[in-house]
């Protein structure tokens, strides 16, 4: 358990010393993400416990929203003179966006029969 | 007695126990609910706790950085629970060695569908340029989208405001939208699910079955890296 979260900030830290160095267009996060995933593909096998740390983090992925989103009590104003544009734009990109991905992944998968 | 409170009142506010608390209260409250009301997307736990916690911030007259100080806590989990998503992603190995070309195809026209029309239809609105770039990550999942919009020059707290109504939106019409255009594979459907709105459209994903979910937690992983990776590129060539 600690050796896992040890991992998982080792390669947060690693990656924001190399978005940084690099000038990456990326979070140092993501880099971590990228190079968890990379050494798991390389390793071929997952640490022991590495699993279970992952899955208790992310099990309640949507906690960690919630500090971040009590940040829109400082854009209520905001958000009051600009309410028009941003809720017809999240409404019609996000339909936008499931049917595009969909369609095009629809277009190119590979057929089985199973897909229905 | 009264004055007891008070004492108490003030000692606690200069604490970070009381965001901390606060924050999981608000949370599991809103768990609870939605549980109870048979899980209904629109009664989105993280938008009922974000709605009880700033009512209570207001009624108190407390300041966001006060509030912030304890809940710091929670939200530094972000960074580690992103990196965490690598796990999740390397479990779909074999499928994604299977079909990636068209994999990768799906998700960058998605994640370019995605931002192109959200700064598009809220431009065209007359929305000003702080919140073209605070949309324009939202479909990405929140500790990626921050670090984007913070890059692009939105405001990221806002972005991740936007962010989780983009899930709730995506998880509550979704579905609906993809029986309408009449796509049955559980594989589009969770790459559509996944890469609109994040996690909170994986768990909405996962409802149906366990492949739309994984297709979906995929999804969502590839649309971070490649929003991530072509959201600053596009902001630079059209600036």
């Given at each position: 358990m600690l050796s896992n979260l040890t991992l998982l900030l080792l390669c947060q830290l690693a990656g924001e010393v190399l978005a940084r160095l690099l000038g990456l267009p990326l979070p140092g996060p993501v880099v971590g993400m990228a190079l968890l995933f990379g050494g798991l593909v390389a390793r071929r096998r997952m640490p022991v416990g590495l699993e279970e740390t992952a899955h208790g983090l992310l099990?309640?992925?949507?906690?960690?929203?919630v500090p971040a989103g009590v940040g829109v009590t400082l854009y209520l104003p905001l958000i009051a003179d600009e309410w028009l544009p941003i809720s017809f734009s999240l409404l019609a990109s996000t339909a936008a966006t499931i049917a595009v991905t969909a369609a095009v992944m629809r277009a190119l998968a590979p057929r089985r029969s199973s897909d229905g | 007695m009264k004055q007891d409170f008070q004492a108490i009142w003030v000692y606690l506010a200069t604490t970070p126990l009381l965001g901390l608390t606060v924050t999981l209260i608000a949370y599991q409250v809103g768990t609870w609910i939605h549980e109870r009301l048979?899980?209904?997307?629109?009664?989105?736990p993280v938008l009922f706790a974000v709605v009880a916690i700033v009512l209570t911030l207001k009624l108190t007259g407390t300041a966001y950085g006060t509030y912030f100080d304890g809940a710091q806590f929670v939200h530094f989990l972000l960074g580690p629970a992103t990196v965490a998503l690598a796990v999740p992603l390397y479990r779909q190995l074999s499928v994604l060695r299977r079909s990636w070309a068209s994999i990768i195809a799906a998700v960058v026209a998605g994640s370019l569908t995605a931002a192109v029309t959200a700064v598009g239809f809220a431009w065209a609105l007359g929305a000003s340029r702080e919140t073209l770039m605070s949309l324009?990550?939202?479909?990405?999942?929140t500790p990626i989208a921050m670090g984007i919009a913070e890059q692009i020059g939105g405001l990221p707290s806002l972005t991740a405001v936007l962010v989780i109504l983009t899930g709730i939106l995506g998880a509550a019409f979704g579905t609906w939208i993809l029986d309408r255009i009449r796509v049955g594979s559980p594989a589009a459907r969770g790459l559509a699910l996944g890469v609109a709105s994040h996690g909170i459209g994986t768990a909405r994903a996962l409802q149906e079955s366990e492949v739309t979910g994984a297709f979906s937690g995929l999804a969502m992983g590839l649309n971070g890296l490649a929003t991530a990776l072509l959201l600053p590129l596009l902001v630079a060539l059209l600036s």
């Open positions: 099990r309640h992925l949507a906690l960690l929203f | 048979g899980r209904n997307p629109l009664l989105n324009a990550p939202k479909s990405v999942t």
